[in-house]
């Protein structure tokens, strides 16, 4: 529906191990930003890549990176997984051929539990 | 640090009526607020947003307006029904920031009854 499609739905891990998620844009869609959004909280911002360069980033520690490949996919890593990185994990891609927020554009989100 | 503060948390009203909800920034240079509806279990959508150099903005039964000076904007959805019923959030932030990133509030759970 609108370009922007998550893998996997849902993903169950347990504490200490790493995760990929990844999201795939529509062409032209050059700027993607990851959100973590905890139950019942609105989403956070990770980082935003523009390019595939990190344009920024929120106040999420280094084993949360990420990646943007030249066909407009991108991934999300998380090392040494914790109970509290259980959430719900946004991507988001703009119709704006530049580095925006403007009219974000999200997927449906990947579900991560931490057990 | 950067924050917006959404008023309420939950809100309750009958079908038809109007609903209002509010939200507060903190940093001065936000330019843009967009406003997400998200149903349980779906993404968030973009139903409308503002740019800071307009005080208001109109789409159907959906408004938003915009107070500069005291750090205010507010949706206002008239003539609610049913399908109005899920989680609305705020969001602030800079178009064009190197940052590339939306402060989002806290969310407001509408509840429309028939």
């Known amino acids: 529906e609108t370009g922007v499609t998550q893998s996997p739905t849902h993903l169950i891990k347990t504490r200490g191990q790493q995760v990929t998620l990844r999201c795939s844009s529509q062409?032209?869609?050059?700027?993607v930003s990851w959100y973590q959004q905890a139950l019942g909280q609105g989403p956070q911002f990770i980082f935003q890549y523009y390019r595939e360069e990190e344009n920024g980033r929120g106040n999420f520690p280094p084993r949360f990176s990420g990646l943007q490949f030249p066909n407009y996919s991108s991934e999300l890593n998380v090392n040494a997984l914790e109970l509290d990185d259980s959430a719900l994990y946004l991507c988001?891609?703009?119709?704006?051929?530049?580095?925006?927020?403007?009219?974000?554009?999200f997927g449906s989100g990947t579900q991560l539990s931490v057990l | 640090g950067e924050n917006v503060e959404q008023h309420p948390s939950t809100l309750s009203v009958q079908e038809g009526d109007s609903a209002v909800i509010k939200c507060t920034y903190s940093d001065s240079a936000s330019n843009y607020f967009p406003w997400y509806k998200q149903e349980l279990g779906k993404r968030p959508q973009l139903i409308i947003d503002?740019?800071?150099?307009?005080g208001e903005k109109k789409d159907q039964r959906i408004a938003v307006t915009l107070n500069k000076t005291a750090k205010h904007f507010s949706l206002h959805i008239t003539e609610t029904q049913p399908e109005d019923s899920a989680v609305y959030f705020c969001?602030?932030?800079?178009?064009?920031?190197?940052?590339?990133?939306?402060?989002f509030g806290q969310g407001t759970e509408l509840s429309v009854k028939p």
């Open positions: 988001a891609s703009s119709l704006a051929g530049y580095a925006t927020n403007e009219k974000l554009f």
């Open positions: 969001a602030a932030g800079e178009i064009y920031n190197q940052g590339g990133k939306l402060i």
């Open positions: 062409s032209g869609h050059n700027t």
């Open positions: 503002i740019r800071s150099n307009v």
